[in-house]
């Protein structure tokens, strides 16, 4: 005869939890040739109250898997609960944790728990106070400059260019100095300016023309004329021995503009961790007209709150750099080239400006009419035709719509199905001890010594693999 501990006791079977107490001690018989993983017990008291027991002889807890009662005993087929009885080597063992309810990597993309088909969409506009950009929006062609490269040779020149910025205005002016200074539109009327006109170009003297929508770095020289030096209204452009009359600064450096977008959202359920800020949970794209569409990269911002458009206008090339960087990942993650600028060309007889082409008389006729958009009507159209729509891939770069610029962010975000941590855990790949963690744990491989049978030592490990509850 030897004493076991009875107990009506309710736990999860992949368990390592114990009964509290003492239980229902009673004085039993081990039936011959029983197995100790599976033990027969014969009492002659009714346990049909309790499923459950503890053999201090075998240091063992057993589940009651089936009573029977047979002349005058109640007999208990039990089985070994190898979680309960070896809970203090478990608990102690190091294991390389695959999921557990107590604690989690966020970096982790948990793959247990998928996507639904609902998406929620929204659009970060520019803020509009840091957005030089914005703040000085290009209504139409008027609103920008003209960069002229003319040949010359002095201190400000660039291999023999000196460039100067101009107003819409003074581009109509500078051609009529040029196209109609022979006295009211004709050649006769100044003879000598006409044969001049006659055998040579516009083109001859100004070799590069180009439309931007910015200002750049200028020098407007310095006027000494009054009592002390301030800053002058520019210097007379030559064309050869021409002096047009006309008083611009010269360029001197390119110069900066910035799009910002601030309060970039994050997925709305980024409590489950770090890996819904990427995709597929997470996806961003910049809609600029510059640009079309271009998808961020969700990796490389997801600690980003605010995205910063650097665009940089370069004045002799006439193209435009664009960079984004964000306010935590301080190192450009999308850089481009594009063309910043519209090439005007002032060749022999007429003059292209963005594809549109007039001949002289038409230049001067318009100047004439006090036209203000005669001499440049092709930019406006030719903005409007082939500026490139969000959706579209990157433009070309044949010019540049600011005309209505209106970029945004676009976020969207994939809805994720509702978790089960307590009973599937969450993503940890780290080595912890069961005792420290507590709760749901799915080890890897694990291997834990006990002084067990060896058909102890197969149930628990397949038992453990396949996740267990630490209490």
């Known amino acids: 005869m030897i004493n076991i501990a009875f107990y009506t006791f309710s736990k999860k079977p992949t368990s390592t939890k114990q009964p509290t107490g003492s239980g229902n001690v009673l004085s039993c018989n081990i039936k011959s040739r029983s197995s100790i993983i599976n033990p027969v017990i014969e009492v002659k008291t009714n346990i049909t109250a309790y499923n459950y027991c503890y053999i201090s002889s075998f240091g063992r807890y057993y589940y009651i898997t089936d009573i029977t009662f047979d002349s005058g005993l109640w007999i208990a087929q039990c089985r070994i609960d190898v979680l309960a009885t070896y809970k203090t080597e478990i608990g102690s063992t190091s294991m390389f944790v695959l999921r557990s309810a107590n604690a989690s990597n966020g970096e982790i993309i948990d793959t247990l728990n998928p996507t639904t088909a609902y998406t929620t969409v929204s659009a970060v506009n520019p803020t509009a106070l840091t ?47 040029f196209y109609a200074n022979s006295g009211n539109g004709t050649w006769w009327g100044n003879l000598s300016r006409g044969v001049i006109d006659s055998l040579a170009h516009i083109s001859d003297y100004i070799v590069s023309c180009r439309w931007f929508p910015k200002s750049f770095v200028l020098d407007y020289g310095i006027d000494e004329s009054g009592p002390q030096p301030v800053q002058g209204d520019g210097y007379e452009i030559y064309l050869g021995s021409l002096n047009t009359h006309i008083k611009a600064p010269r360029v001197i450096g390119n110069i900066g503009y910035l799009v910002c977008y601030d309060d970039i959202p994050k997925h709305p359920q980024a409590s489950y961790g770090n890996y819904t800020k990427v995709y597929p949970f997470t996806h961003y794209q910049l809609c600029d007209p510059l640009l079309g569409v271009i998808t961020l990269n969700p990796v490389i911002m997801k600690n980003d709150t605010s995205i910063t458009q650097y665009m940089n206008f370069d004045y002799i090339t006439g193209d435009l750099e664009i960079t984004l960087t964000g306010n935590n990942t301080h190192y450009p993650f999308y850089t481009t080239y594009i063309k910043g600028s519209v090439d005007i060309n002032l060749s022999g007889t007429s003059v292209d400006i963005g594809g549109f082409i007039s001949n002289r ?42 005309i209505g610029y209106s970029p945004f962010i676009r976020c969207c975000f994939k809805q994720i199905t509702n978790r089960d941590v307590t009973n599937r855990g969450l993503p940890l790949y780290d080595y912890r001890q ?28 397949s038992l453990l693999a396949g996740g267990f509850f630490y209490e």
């Open 131 to 177: 957005s030089s950009m914005l703040r000085n929006p290009i209504h139409d062609v008027e609103d920008g400059f003209y960069v002229i490269g003319v040949q010359g040779y002095d201190q400000a020149s660039e291999n023999g260019v000196i460039y100067y910025q101009i107003t819409p205005v003074q581009f109509r002016q500078l051609l009529h100095a």
């Open 361 to 402: 008389a038409g230049v001067i006729a318009n100047i004439r009419a006090e036209n203000p958009l005669g001499a440049i009507a092709g930019i406006r159209t030719t903005i409007n035709d082939i500026q490139p729509q969000p959706g579209n891939n990157q433009s070309n770069g044949i010019l540049l719509p600011l």
């Open 434 to 461: 069961p005792n420290a963690l507590g709760g749901y744990i799915l080890p890897d491989n694990p291997e834990v010594a006990i002084d067990g049978t060896g058909n102890e030592i197969d149930l628990l490990k």
